[in-house]
């Protein structure tokens, strides 16, 4: 199992997957180490997916937490972990998924959808939350938008929006805008110019605090 085959994203969840059964004292990497390490990791790529599917992470994530304590302890801690049995079944899975879909790297989202498919107790987490393969596929058709994994960083490169900028769409839909009082010829003026064919860009100026994010 070559890590330079997996996208930076499930690279990262590898070594902390590593860390966490070493920490645990326990004899074998399992998949649940793995997908326990990518729903611990703040706004990851694999949290998004699952958002996507309509999953709620964060139940997820509890089950996998009391899981993996139930495994069997070790009385030392051994840095000589194998993979198991199952997980070497869902990455050689994951690497013909990978081809099917004519990505370059094995992504978090494939290897998802190998252990879904491998039909693991671990695949029984994810489906006792709400999660089929039909709805993974829809998933994964909406994140990459067209898109092929074709770099390392792919997974990274996709969360860029939502972790560097805010949508005020998405803000203002939810009620979370503070609301807009006496800006009434403020925005008519902000709508004429947008609605301009050319130089269509308002621009607002004014002090920090005055309500120019929210016209």
Not at 1 to 7: A, H, I, P, R, S
Not at 49 to 56: F, N, T
Not at 145 to 152: D, E, H, I, K, L
């Given at each position: 199992?070559?890590?330079?085959?997996?996208?930076h994203t499930l690279q990262e969840g590898l070594v902390n997957a590593h860390s966490l059964a070493i920490e645990k004292h326990h004899t074998t990497l399992e998949l649940d180490h793995l997908f326990l390490a990518l729903l611990n990791t703040h706004q990851s790529p694999f949290i998004a997916?699952?958002?996507?599917?309509?999953?709620?992470s964060n139940e997820i994530q509890k089950v996998f937490t009391n899981k993996i304590n139930s495994f069997a302890r070790l009385d030392e801690p051994t840095h000589d972990l194998r993979p198991s049995n199952r997980f070497m079944s869902a990455f050689t899975l994951a690497e013909k998924k990978a081809k099917e879909f004519k990505d370059e790297f094995i992504s978090t989202e494939i290897f998802l959808l190998a252990t879904l498919e491998d039909k693991s107790d671990t695949a029984k987490v994810f489906k006792d939350a709400g999660l089929t393969?039909?709805?993974l596929l829809k998933a994964i058709k909406v994140i990459r938008?067209?898109?092929?994994?074709?770099?390392?960083s792919s997974e990274e490169n996709r969360q860029a929006l939502e972790k560097y900028t805010?949508?005020?769409t998405e803000r203002a839909q939810s009620g979370k805008l503070d609301p807009v009082i006496g800006r009434d010829d403020?925005?008519?003026?902000?709508?004429?110019?947008?609605?301009?064919?050319?130089?269509n860009n308002p621009v607002l100026i004014g002090e920090p605090g005055v309500g120019k994010t929210a016209i």
């Open positions: 199992m070559k890590q330079d085959q997996f996208t997916l699952l958002k996507e599917c309509g999953v709620d393969v039909e709805k938008g067209g898109q092929t994994v074709n770099s390392a805010t949508n005020l403020e925005i008519r003026r902000a709508i004429q110019v947008l609605q301009r064919r050319t130089k």
